[in-house]
Each structure stands twice: as C-alpha cells, then as structure tokens.
C-alpha cells in the first residue's frame, strides 16, 4: 500500500485570501491618491511652458506673441499679433493652442481664478523678449496668473525684465 507524501504549496482558500487582501490594499492607494493636486501641478507647468514658448516665438521670429488670459471662459490662448490669430498647438498642429479648463479632461477640476499683467490679463512678448502688459507697456511689478483646484492654488508669477516664470 502506497503512503501518500506530504505536499508543499498553497491551498485554494490561502490563495484567494491573499488575492482579497492585496485587492483592498491596492484600491485604498488608489482611492486615497489626490488627483486634483495632480492635475493642479499638470496645469501649471503646461502653463509655464505655453508662456515660455510665447518668448521663445516672439525672440525667434521677431513678431508679438502674448497670451490671452478669460478667467470668465476659464481659459486662455496663445496667440500671434492678436488675441483673433491663435498658433498652432505644437502637439496638434490642426488645432489652435487654446487650453479651455472647462474642457480639457487632463484639467478637470481646475479654474483658472486670476491673471494680472499691468492693468490687463493680456501677457505680451515682442521681438525683444521682455514681458509687456496687453497694452504694449513693460511691467512695471511682476505678473500673476492664479489656478486653483479643490480648495489648493498655485501662483505662477512672471518677472519683470525677463519674464522668468516661477510658482
């Protein structure tokens, strides 16, 4: 007669067990995660680079470049000359580089409260660099562009001369 040997390994019920714990764990990291600061953090550092890439054009090309800030419309757009001919999205070259909060699911949950450039919400670069109010003014006190998601907020300010941007 044949002694059944003793078998090594896992039974069915330890496995699931383990599966069930691992399950809950994994959906409390995930729930707990703050997307919203995430997607406040995106929003701005698009921000910055759009804004950077107005300089860049405008030193590169010798033309006016600005950004049009509509906190009412919750959104802005990067233009050329007028606030009437925006550029192309590098990314999406058919489309124009308007970034609509409202909108846009990578910003879902962002609003854009505040811009401030002189007396207007109008950031203008021309062939020199230098950051002007949407009047054509050099700033005099350096710009302010506010977003703000879920109760958090981040500033982004854009100095006087350089038009450097930083939070």
Do not use: C, H
């Amino acid at each position: 007669m044949r002694i059944p040997s003793k078998q090594r390994g896992f039974t069915l019920i330890e496995f699931i067990t383990v599966l069930v714990i691992t399950s809950i764990l994994a959906y409390s990291a995930v729930t707990s995660f703050d997307f919203q600061s995430t997607r406040l953090d995106l929003a701005a550092k698009k921000l910055e680079a759009d804004i950077q890439y107005a300089k860049v054009l405008a030193l590169t090309r010798g033309e006016t470049y600005g950004i049009a800030f509509e906190p009412n419309s919750n959104r802005y757009i990067v233009f050329v000359n007028s606030s009437a001919t925006p550029i192309a999205d590098p990314k999406q070259p058919t489309q124009s580089l308007i970034v609509n909060y409202s909108t846009m699911a990578d910003f879902s949950g962002v609003t854009l409260v505040s811009a401030s450039f002189g007396a207007t919400s109008t950031l203008l670069f021309r062939a020199q660099g230098m950051p002007k109010d949407g009047n054509g003014t050099d700033l005099v006190s350096q710009g302010q562009v506010v977003l703000s998601a879920q109760g958090s907020s981040k500033t982004l300010n854009i100095a006087v001369g350089t038009g450097k941007v930083s939070s």
